[in-house]
């Protein structure tokens, strides 16, 4: 389930379900920001493969390219 940073632009513009187009830097950021209720739901739809990054994807996402990301706990 590991992605590798390098292999995603974080600059790729994408769409964060019920959030809106932003980079995908900015939609990882938003996504580990949002309520937990909110945040379990959270979904990326890019071009790219994979098309779709769930939030298991998008907290390894922020894990790998900023750890203050992250939420504890």
């Known amino acids: ?6 292999e995603l632009d974080p600059e790729e ?5 019920d959030h809106g187009t932003m980079k995908l830097r ?3 950021s938003r996504a580990m920001t949002l309520p937990p209720k909110e945040r379990k739901r ?3 739809v890019r071009e790219g493969e994979p ?3 769930n939030f298991a ?7 790998q ?3 203050r990301l992250v939420p504890i706990g």
């Open 1 to 6: 389930m590991a992605l590798n940073p390098e």
């Open 13 to 17: 513009f994408v769409t964060l379900t």
């Open 26 to 28: 900015s939609a990882v």
């Open 42 to 44: 959270a979904t990326i």
């Open 51 to 53: 098309a779709i990054l």
């Open 57 to 63: 994807r998008i907290k390894n996402l922020a894990a």
């Open 65 to 67: 390219w900023d750890e």
